[in-house]
Structures are given as C-alpha cells and as structure tokens.
C-alpha cells in the first residue's frame, strides 16, 4: 500500500561520493499522497491515539514529516483493517488499535 501513495522510503547512492539519506519515494499517485498529508494533520489534532503516537515519536527525536509520515502509515494500516473486518472506527476501542500494533511495531521499532 506504501509504494501506491508514493510513501516507501528510498535510498539514493551514487558511487561512493553521493550518499542521502532516506527519502520517500514520491513515485505513486500524488493526489492520494496530497490527500494522506492533510487527513495526517487533523488525525493528529482530534485522535487521540494518533496523537497520542505522533507525539511519542516527536519526543524520540523524529523530524516532523518522519513522525507525519508514521502516522500516514498507522491510517493507512487502520483503514485497511477497518476494510477487512468489515468494522467501523472506534477512537476509544483498545482491541482494534492493539490489533495494529505488532505491524506497525515491527515497521517503526516501538518500544
């Protein structure tokens, strides 16, 4: 789902004089990705628990695209197991954000 909205984080090396560190790759659809950017925004100021996750990874010392970019990847993975289970969202539910965590765990090294 991350190549599709252009998310997937790349790396561009040119021999051994031109290192860069991790970008996104920018290659999928970009209204998709316009899209994603400004939904990552109002999930940060209303949702508690994306709030809640974007603010422990700013005090982690994440730039704030890197952190904006997790979240992006946490909704992406909600909506996605929201889709499957064929369930409706539910900010307060424990269950079904636990349910997420070993996925995006495993992405971001939460600790």
């Keep these: 789902m991350n190549w599709f909205t252009g998310l997937n984080p ?3 090396q040119s021999g051994t004089s031109i290192q860069s560190s991790y970008k996104i790759a920018k290659s999928g ?4 990705r316009s899209v994603l950017f400004i939904s990552v925004l109002v999930a940060v100021q209303h949702d508690k628990n994306f709030k809640a996750f974007y603010e422990r990874l700013k005090s982690n010392g994440k730039h704030t695209t890197s952190a904006q970019i997790a979240v ?7 909506a ?4 499957k ?3 409706k969202y539910d900010e307060f539910s424990e269950k079904m954000h636990s349910s997420c ?3 995006i765990s495993n992405t971001y090294s939460i600790s």
């Design 80 to 83: 996605h197991s929201l889709y």
């Design 72 to 78: 992006i990847r946490k909704i992406i993975l909600t």
């Design 29 to 32: 659809v970009n209204l998709y």
């Design 10 to 12: 790349i790396y561009r």
């Design 101 to 103: 965590l070993p996925i």
């Design 85 to 87: 289970n064929n369930s």
